[in-house]
């Protein structure tokens, strides 16, 4: 596709659930970023991968979350018993490799958990 | 850690008229690379301009312009002529150039009115 696309667009779940949430970076990106918004925040970190080999975790809130990358393609960002406070914009973002490139931003998973 | 401040929640201006975004941010590293995102209602997270900390010219795109002053750590982004469509959230962000592709590190962002 031509960018970045994430799904789904929007998830409630109930606390206590697992979710995943996907995202799809544009073909030939190496690079790719999880983010998380929370509602009037900024974009926090959560984990870069670079092909299928993530060299930085050091965003992941908790070990109730997790990640990986299949094929240096799609990836998938789970988050297990779900929890009020993970409520959030769930954004990825893929670039090329270098720190120069760009990262381009898909248009993010709202989550709500109830 | 690298850190990125935005103090100013939300600014007003007015159509055509001329507004500054102040970013200051802290670092120890020498080179690393600035960034303004555009993020509108939709969520998606857009590209405005960047600067390169080696470079002493500010970078300009169009109405968008900056103010790169790297001893003060200091990144305003100055939109002139401002139009409807520039109404959004403006992010602040910084990234390392140690190394390979890294994390963006992001302000807390700024919410722009753009008046009739």
């Known amino acids: 596709g031509a960018g970045v696309s994430q799904s789904p667009s929007n998830k409630v779940t109930e606390k206590g659930k697992d979710v995943e949430l996907r995202c799809d970076p544009i073909s030939g990106h190496t690079a790719l970023y999880w983010y998380r918004q929370s509602l009037g925040q900024g974009l926090e970190f959560l984990i870069y991968?670079?092909?299928?080999?993530?060299?930085?975790k050091s965003g992941l809130p908790s070990d109730r979350f997790s990640a990986e990358r299949t094929g240096g393609s799609v990836s998938t960002l789970t988050i297990q018993r779900t929890q009020q406070e993970d409520s959030a914009v769930y954004l990825c973002?893929?670039?090329?490799?270098?720190?120069?490139?760009?990262?381009?931003f898909g248009p993010g998973t709202r989550l709500t958990v109830l | 850690a690298q850190t990125v401040t935005q103090s100013q929640p939300e600014m007003s201006v007015q159509e055509a008229e001329t507004v500054t975004l102040s970013c200051t941010y802290d670092t120890s590293e020498s080179d690393y690379y600035l960034f303004w995102y555009k993020q509108p209602p939709s969520r998606q997270m857009i590209l405005v301009i960047r600067q390169e900390a080696y470079k002493q010219q500010n970078a300009t795109e169009n109405r968008f312009s900056v103010n790169f002053q790297k001893a003060a750590k200091s990144f305003s982004l100055k939109i002139s002529d401002s139009q409807l469509g520039d109404a959004a959230m403006y992010f602040c962000a910084y990234r390392s150039a140690i190394g390979t592709a890294s994390k963006l590190t992001f302000g807390t962002g700024t919410r722009l009115q753009v008046t009739l």
């Open positions: 991968f670079q092909g299928n080999s993530a060299p930085d």
């Open positions: 973002a893929s670039s090329l490799q270098t720190a120069y490139n760009e990262q381009f």
